[in-house]
């Protein structure tokens, strides 16, 4: 593929070019400062053409088949449904290598085949809790190329369920029967972010066992809020496998995006996740800074040479550190 100007490559994602696609995301997943500069360029010229998609989390425990799932699910949304799908799945990286293991388009392999499907593994690169910068970036990328459902799996690791809430519409928490404990390990916080909850893998032997799961779930969800007007997460029952469940659990989810709409909150939603994107992304460059000045670099080997000789503190290296960051880009 020749080179192109930033311009010809937003024509081009518009157009719905799937290798065009793939070099744009390409592109916004880089670290390197002139790709982050035509980076920037595309996403305005892109910006017209986005904020249409519906953005739906997927998160869970482990076992709980969220590829599975979300092949199922996708393939489902795409055949009967007439959904274009785009999957961003985000893959844990090793912080010092940068490397990352991309398995999960293998356990898509029915949905990446679909011409109307785009399933990308996203590296985290090391950022909080396995969510990439780029993982945002990519989401409007595909958008601007048609995709109207824009799936984004999270490793579920803890804190990486936060950050994916933080730039959806609805987010899915998937949990699976017959766990030991059906409760024990699921963070409170988890289940207060989940505007739904699917128990998986609800057929066989394993299908009462997750009805039972789901009553036991239901349950929690009224004892961690006492507010009767508050609105409760749906717990329902699936199967990836027999397809069991599927429509129901789409529909749910759908509900629960047009019941923001109708009130007004979708459009709240999204101007707060601009801020916050807006604030991750101040910090993340003044970091960098930090990281890359020579200026800065040199005072901070220095300080921590004399930190581990004990001849300052922490804070009297961290005062030093930014009193450096301070004179070089200017109070």
Same mark, same amino acid.
């Given at each position: 593929?020749?080179n192109?100007s !930033?311009a010809?490559l937003a024509e081009n !994602? !518009?157009?719905?070019?799937r290798g065009h696609?793939a070099?744009?995301?390409?592109l916004?997943?880089?670290?390197k400062?002139?790709?982050?500069?035509?980076?920037?360029?595309?996403?305005q010229?892109? %910006?017209?053409h986005?904020?249409?998609a519906f953005r739906v989390?997927i998160?869970?425990v482990p076992?709980a088949?969220?590829?599975?799932?979300?092949?199922a699910?996708?393939?489902?949304?795409?055949?009967?449904?007439g959904?274009q799908v785009a999957v961003?799945?985000?893959?844990p990286s090793s912080t010092?290598t940068?490397?990352?293991i991309?398995g999960?388009r293998?356990?898509m392999?029915?949905?990446?085949?679909?011409? %109307?499907?785009?399933?990308?593994?996203s590296?985290?690169?090391?950022?909080?809790?396995?969510v990439?910068r780029?993982?945002?970036?990519s989401m409007l990328?595909?958008e601007a190329?048609?995709?109207d459902v824009?799936?984004?799996?999270t490793?579920?690791?803890g804190?990486s369920?936060?950050a994916?809430?933080g730039?959806?519409?609805?987010f899915?928490?998937?949990?699976?029967a017959?766990?030991g404990d059906?409760?024990?390990g699921?963070?409170?916080?988890?289940?207060?972010l989940?505007?739904?909850?699917?128990?998986?893998?609800?057929?066989?032997?394993?299908e009462q066992?997750?009805?039972v799961?789901?009553r036991?779930?239901?349950?929690a969800?009224k004892?961690?809020?006492?507010?009767?007007?508050?609105r409760?997460?749906p717990?329902?029952?699936?199967?990836?496998y027999?397809g069991a469940?599927?429509d129901?659990l789409?529909s749910?989810?759908?509900k629960?995006?047009?019941e923001?709409?109708?009130?007004?909150?979708?459009?709240?939603?999204?101007?707060?996740q601009?801020?916050?994107?807006?604030?991750n992304?101040?910090?993340?460059?003044?970091?960098?800074?930090l990281r890359?000045?020579?200026?800065v670099?040199?005072v901070?080997d220095?300080v921590?040479?004399?930190?581990d000789?004990?001849r300052l503190?922490?804070?009297?290296g961290a005062? %030093?550190?930014?009193e450096a960051y301070?004179?070089?880009?200017?109070?």
């Amino acid at each position: 593929m020749r080179n192109l100007s !930033v311009a010809e490559l937003a024509e081009n !994602v !518009v157009e719905g070019s799937r290798g065009h696609v793939a070099r744009a995301i390409t592109l916004v997943e880089s670290l390197k400062p002139q790709h982050r500069e035509q980076a920037h360029e595309l996403l305005q010229l892109l %910006a017209p053409h986005t904020g249409r998609a519906f953005r739906v989390g997927i998160s869970g425990v482990p076992g709980a088949g969220k590829s599975t799932f979300i092949n199922a699910m996708g393939t489902k949304l795409i055949d009967e449904h007439g959904h274009q799908v785009a999957v961003l799945a985000v893959d844990p990286s090793s912080t010092r290598t940068g490397g990352s293991i991309l398995g999960d388009r293998t356990r898509m392999g029915e949905l990446a085949n679909r011409e %109307a499907a785009f399933v990308r593994p996203s590296p985290s690169a090391g950022h909080l809790g396995g969510v990439a910068r780029a993982t945002r970036e990519s989401m409007l990328v595909l958008e601007a190329a048609g995709y109207d459902v824009v799936l984004v799996e999270t490793v579920g690791v803890g804190q990486s369920e936060v950050a994916v809430a933080g730039m959806v519409d609805t987010f899915l928490f998937l949990h699976v029967a017959r766990t030991g404990d059906q409760l024990q390990g699921i963070k409170r916080g988890i289940l207060e972010l989940a505007d739904v909850i699917a128990i998986t893998k609800a057929d066989g032997d394993n299908e009462q066992a997750a009805r039972v799961s789901a009553r036991e779930l239901s349950i929690a969800m009224k004892l961690i809020s006492s507010d009767e007007s508050k609105r409760r997460a749906p717990v329902l029952t699936c199967s990836s496998y027999t397809g069991a469940g599927l429509d129901d659990l789409w529909s749910t989810v759908e509900k629960h995006r047009a019941e923001l709409e109708s009130a007004g909150e979708l459009t709240t939603r999204r101007l707060e996740q601009q801020r916050a994107w807006l604030w991750n992304m101040v910090e993340q460059e003044v970091v960098q800074r930090l990281r890359t000045s020579p200026e800065v670099r040199e005072v901070a080997d220095r300080v921590e040479a004399d930190l581990d000789a004990e001849r300052l503190s922490a804070v009297e290296g961290a005062a %030093a550190i930014l009193e450096a960051y301070a004179a070089t880009f200017g109070r």
